[in-house]
Nanobody, 114 residues
Framework: QVQLVESGGGLVQPGGSLSLSCAAS????????MAWYRQAPGKQREFVAS????????VYADSVKGRFTISRANAKNTLYLQMNSLKPEDTAVYYC???????WGQGTQVTVSS
C-alpha cells in the first residue's frame, strides 16, 4: 500500500533553515505529482508547494515563494522541502501528499521560535 513517511522537522529560530524529506513506497513514485501541505494550530490545512512527476515544474504558495524549495529524487523515491528564512508563522505540521488519490503522510512538526 501507499506509504509516505516525513522526517526532518524540529525546532528552529526565526531566520533559520530546515530540510524535510518524505520517503515514498508502495507505488511508482516517478509517475506522480507530489506536494507538501501544512496545518498550523487552529487552522485548516493549506497548500505549500507541488512538483511534477519529473521535477520540471513547481508551484508555491505565495506565503513561501522565494523561501522554500520543493524537489525530488525519483531514483530514491524521495520528496524534499528546503525551508529557508523561516518565520514563526511557518510553525505547523508539514505533510507529504500524493494529490491524485489523497494519500497523506503522518506529518512532521516544524516549530519556528526564539
Amino acid at each position: 500500500q501507499v506509504q509516505l513517511v516525513e522526517s526532518g522537522g524540529g525546532l528552529v529560530q526565526p531566520g533559520g533553515s530546515l530540510s524535510l524529506s518524505c520517503a515514498a513506497s508502495g507505488f511508482v513514485f516517478r509517475r506522480y505529482v507530489m506536494a507538501w501541505y501544512r496545518q498550523a494550530p487552529g487552522k485548516q490545512r493549506e497548500f505549500v508547494a507541488s512538483i511534477t512527476s519529473y521535477g520540471d515544474s513547481t508551484v508555491y504558495a505565495d506565503s513561501v515563494k522565494g523561501r522554500f524549495t520543493i524537489s525530488r529524487a525519483n531514483a530514491k523515491n524521495t520528496l524534499y522541502l528546503q525551508m529557508n528564512s523561516l518565520k514563526p508563522e511557518d510553525t505547523a505540521v508539514y505533510y507529504c501528499v500524493r494529490p491524485d488519490n489523497g494519500n497523506w503522510g503522518q506529518g512532521t512538526q516544524v516549530t519556528v521560535s526564539s
